[in-house]
């Protein structure tokens, strides 16, 4: 009698103990807690526009200033992500560094956005340039080029887009004078490629001939017009195209006279048109 009651006070023990520890989601195979969520996020710096971002092709995030980000999808630990860029910023670039991976029990917060300004470059075309010629080019009165043969030229300094620039010649070649068409505007979004220098044979200085007391004259001949076949001016301009000279000073250093001369494909001066007054 008294073993019966033993072993139903020990069934009952264990039976207790069982309805504990399922009630406490213990044996194996009850319950378990729910993953966790993690964000992804990071850093932009250099943004002076409206940036918007993407992760995994979707949940776009618009940043309007530097600092810290995060996506507003949290992902389960082991989830992939990839952070690209899907608008870039009027007139700059972003690009995104350590943007993919896994996510490995933490929230990302390495993704780095560099944003810069847009340049672009200043270019054109140099044609006529003697060929023991050397030309000096500026853009904006500095970044000085030397050019010393035809053909295709950039200048190193690129500029922001909507800057504007200014192509002159610093310093002629010997014996010729380039001229500068196409040689300002504003940089819109591209290159400018479209600046052209063209050089042609300069008349030569007659250092003999001084009409004001202090400049040599320009010397042209003149076999149209008679005389000793020269005329000397203390003072040149040229045509757009810097084929038409015109001279003011002296002609067979008797008359205060005004030339004009148009040049020859070889850069001589054309003497069948000339105009005195």
């Known amino acids: 009698m008294k073993k019966r009651k033993r072993t139903g006070f020990i069934s009952m023990l264990f039976l207790g103990i069982a309805l504990i520890l399922?009630?406490?989601g213990g044996g194996g195979g009850g319950g378990g807690s729910a993953s966790a969520d993690y964000t992804i996020g990071g850093t932009v710096n250099g943004l002076s526009g409206t940036l918007a971002l993407q992760n995994n092709s979707g949940d776009d995030l618009q940043i309007t200033s530097n600092g810290a980000f995060t996506f507003a999808t949290a992902f389960a630990d082991g989830s992939g992500y990839n952070v690209t860029v899907k608008t870039q910023p009027d007139g700059q670039t972003c690009?995104?560094?350590s943007g993919s991976g896994t996510i490995s029990g933490a929230n990302v917060t390495n993704v780095t956005v560099t944003c810069a300004i847009d340049t672009y470059t200043v270019g054109g075309t140099v044609s006529g340039l003697s060929s023991s010629g050397t030309v000096v080019l500026q853009?904006?009165?500095g970044d000085d080029l030397t050019i010393t043969a035809d053909g295709t030229f950039t200048f190193s300094?690129?500029?922001a887009d909507g800057s504007g620039y200014n192509v002159t010649v610093k310093t002629q070649p010997d014996g010729q004078t380039?001229?500068?068409s196409n040689d300002s505007g504003t940089v819109s979004g591209a290159d400018v490629t479209d600046v052209q220098v063209d050089c042609y044979n300069s008349g030569s200085l007659d250092p003999t001939f001084n009409s004001?007391?202090?400049?040599p004259g320009i010397v042209v001949n003149d076999n149209a017009?008679?005389?000793n076949g020269k005329d000397w001016g203390n003072s040149i301009t040229t045509d757009a195209n810097g084929k038409i000279l015109v001279t003011g000073g002296s002609y067979n250093s008797s008359n205060k006279d005004m030339v004009i001369w148009r040049y020859n494909a070889d850069g001589t001066p054309d003497t069948t048109f000339g105009t005195h007054g």
Not at 212 to 215: H, K, L, S, V, Y
């Open 212 to 215: 004001d007391g202090t400049t």
């Open 157 to 159: 300094t690129a500029l």
């Open 95 to 97: 690009t995104v560094s």
């Open 178 to 180: 380039c001229t500068v």
């Open 225 to 227: 017009a008679g005389g």
């Open 139 to 141: 853009n904006n009165s």
């Open 22 to 24: 399922t009630g406490c």
